[in-house]
């Protein structure tokens, strides 16, 4: 089981690289979740994820207080209105702007409503 966890784990943190690049892909939900597996699996691959220099300090914010650095939330709502911008100008039918407005306002008050790290 600790291999499937750290698989797991290692999966979450790969995604997770590919978010810090490509805006459509969150980071930062895939680094806690690697969070979570690793600590199932493999206490170096935990330990190494939380002392990370660009990683680590999201996690423990997020363990610590449930906060969200400001940085990040601006990033999120950077990403959110490219989205939702692109989809506009794809002319996407009305209900899918109807359903990915509702769902990315959602988002964005969980992600603003947080406190800041």
Do not use: E
Not at 45 to 63: A, E, K, R, Y
Not at 67 to 81: D, E, F, G, L, Q
């Amino acid at each position: 089981m600790q291999y499937l966890w750290a698989g797991l784990g290692l999966l979450c943190v790969a995604l997770a690289m590919v978010g810090v690049v490509l805006p459509l892909l969150p980071t930062v939900p895939f680094l806690l979740l690697a969070a979570f597996f690793f600590a199932r699996s493999s206490s170096r691959l935990h330990n190494w994820l939380l002392t990370h220099q660009v990683f680590g300090p999201m996690i423990i914010d997020w363990q610590r207080s449930g906060a969200i650095r400001p940085s990040a939330k601006k990033a999120a709502t950077v990403s959110v209105a490219a989205v939702f911008g692109i989809s506009v100008l794809l002319s996407l039918p009305s209900y899918v702007l109807i359903i990915q407005a509702v769902v990315l306002s959602g988002v964005m008050i969980f992600i603003w409503t947080r406190p800041s790290g």
